[in-house]
């Protein structure tokens, strides 16, 4: 079982950065490819990013390719969102998840095994 917190979500105008966080719990974090998703009022969820075990792949949505960045730091068992050049269609509630799929790239929601409760992102124009 892993528990995963995400926070630092807020109200932003565009142009500007945030950086999310999702702290793992457990001791088994860097056994899971990494993901983050996100939800806007009326929309189905969708694929932000994705990361591998060890930290040294990373995949991303088109949307947001080269203005977000995703990392991890195992020994905190906490996995980041570097959100630049914000726009207000960013605007969302992003979640992060962990997936014990090992034969794949984890793009779907389907590939995750465990989600955290999301942190809302607002950014206003």
């Known amino acids: 079982q892993v528990q995963l917190v995400e926070s630092g979500g807020g109200l932003v105008q565009a142009g500007a950065s945030l950086r999310l966080s999702c702290a793992a719990s457990?001791?088994?974090?860097?056994?899971?490819?990494m993901g983050w998703f996100r939800q806007a009022p009326g929309k189905e969820r969708e694929f932000v990013g994705t990361i591998n075990r060890s930290g040294s792949s990373t995949r991303y949505a088109d949307s947001v390719k080269g203005r977000f960045t995703i990392s991890r730091d195992n020994a905190k068992s906490t996995v980041y969102l570097r959100m630049d050049s914000l726009q207000p269609e960013d605007t969302a509630v992003y979640s992060c998840?962990?997936?014990?799929?090992?034969?794949?790239?984890?793009?779907?929601?389907?590939?995750?095994?465990?989600w955290g409760q999301g942190t809302q992102v607002t950014v206003s124009s």
């Open positions: 457990g001791r088994t974090f860097a056994t899971y490819a």
């Open positions: 998840a962990a997936s014990s799929a090992v034969s794949i790239i984890p793009f779907q929601v389907k590939d995750y095994n465990y």
